[in-house]
């Protein structure tokens, strides 16, 4: 029997490939092996499940078993790889040795943990995948105060989705402003009083020292004295792609796994996209860059090698209170930042010293630019 083409994450970024690839090629064998339950869902879609009033259930949109029809493909559920050995073209689950065609790494990217003192560390919930999501919820059943730990994009938009449901939401993040790798200080500051105006509250400038229980719930210690009463605490405080794997067998990492414009890395025959995937030197953990590897690699999966191109890439925040949509600058780039508006609708655009639009960030009623403004910003991958 021939080798498969084995895909090891069934999130966005495996899923999407898989289908990709059925598109071009439908008898090619596929394995995909996830650590999880291996449904179907929209990752972007965990941050609108409280407003909505979802729960994991409602944000699945096919079982394993249903995605496994549609793709003509095993699918391993709740497994783990243990190892890879590029050499002999394999890679291992636990002493089984599974053989490949080509290896796709889409194993996504874990969340950031810091440690915090104190006796109530599992009262901290990343919520990363499907099944934290189920987690979370089933730990505010009853509750109503969530302290958020982290003020980025991530953070923001749980903050206005658990207002909309219901809770009463603060903010802990060791930073001046909001999304502060990601927005001009107009921009935040515009999301920011959206936020507010909902009745979240901020602190910006101290961590999470220690959290302890109480006889209603929990007490955060903040580092500048604060005590926060809460229920439950959420942490949002970034993603480091997966890497160790890919490093131990050998493969070229940095920030992610080192891939070219083909999404091959070091080593022929293993691929990777995604959150994990640093693709030319850029990590975006986003999907439309996703989706435009997802289309490129399949081609190259079906025979047809084919580089990625990345163009403008914005970005659209679910903050509804304060609808914002940011394209960052590209690295490297040097510009001067112009700010109109007030309050809640902000425009402000990055220049170069030409006059060439490299990138904006637009609050509120200042979106409805966002299409004339993306044909004159450059590409990030051309």
């Known amino acids: 029997m021939n080798a498969p083409v084995v895909i ?8 999407n490939l898989a289908r990709e690839f059925r598109k071009l090629d439908g008898e090619t064998p596929l394995l995909l092996i996830t650590a999880d339950d291996g449904r179907s869902y929209s990752k972007p879609m965990l941050s609108t499940g409280f407003g909505k009033n979802k729960d994991a259930d409602g944000l699945s949109m096919a079982e394993p078993g249903a995605m496994a029809e549609q793709l003509k493909a095993e699918i391993r559920t ?3 790889i243990s190892g890879i050995d590029p050499g002999h073209k394999r890679l291992w689950i636990g002493e089984e040795a599974v053989a490949y065609r080509d290896l796709i790494l889409a194993w996504g990217a874990e969340t950031v943990r810091v440690p915090v003192q104190g006796d109530a560390p599992e009262a901290i919930f990343p919520i990363n995948d499907l099944e934290d999501y189920a987690r979370f919820r089933a730990a505010t059943v009853g509750k109503h105060r969530v302290l958020l730990l ?3 994009l991530i953070g923001c938009e749980f903050a206005n989705d658990l207002i ?3 809770y009463d939401v603060q903010l802990v993040a060791p930073c001046e402003q909001v999304m502060p790798t990601l927005l001009h200080p107009a921009a935040a500051a515009a999301v920011q009083a959206g936020l507010e105006s909902l009745g979240a509250r901020f602190h910006l400038g101290p961590v999470l020292n220690s959290l302890q229980r109480t006889v209603d719930g929990l007490e955060a210690h903040l580092s500048d004295g604060q005590v926060i009463p809460c229920d439950v605490v959420v942490s949002a405080i970034g993603l480091r792609p997966r890497i160790d794997l890919a490093a131990a067998a050998g493969l070229v990492v940095n920030r992610g796994v080192v891939v070219d414009r083909h999404l091959q890395t070091s080593h022929a025959n293993i691929y990777a ?3 994990c995937a640093e693709v030319d030197g850029l990590n975006l953990l986003y999907v439309m860059p996703l989706m435009s590897c997802a289309r490129a690699l399949a081609q190259t999966l079906a025979g047809h090698p084919t580089i990625v191109n990345y163009g403008p ?8 209170v304060c609808p914002l949509v940011v394209s960052p600058p590209p690295r490297g780039s040097e510009g001067i930042w112009t700010v109109e508006g007030e309050g809640g609708d902000i425009k402000a655009l990055c220049h170069d010293a030409s006059g060439k639009l490299l990138g904006y960030a637009l ?3 200042a979106v409805m630019e966002k299409l004339a403004l993306n ?4 590409a990030l991958l051309a």
């Open 273 to 275: 996209l995604g959150d």
């Open 363 to 365: 609050t509120g009623s």
């Open 8 to 15: 090891v994450g069934t999130g966005l970024a495996g899923y």
């Open 164 to 166: 909309l449901g219901g």
């Open 78 to 80: 709740h497994t783990r």
């Open 313 to 320: 890439m914005p970005i659209t925040v679910k903050t509804p």
């Open 150 to 152: 982290g003020a980025g």
């Open 375 to 378: 044909r004159e910003l450059p």
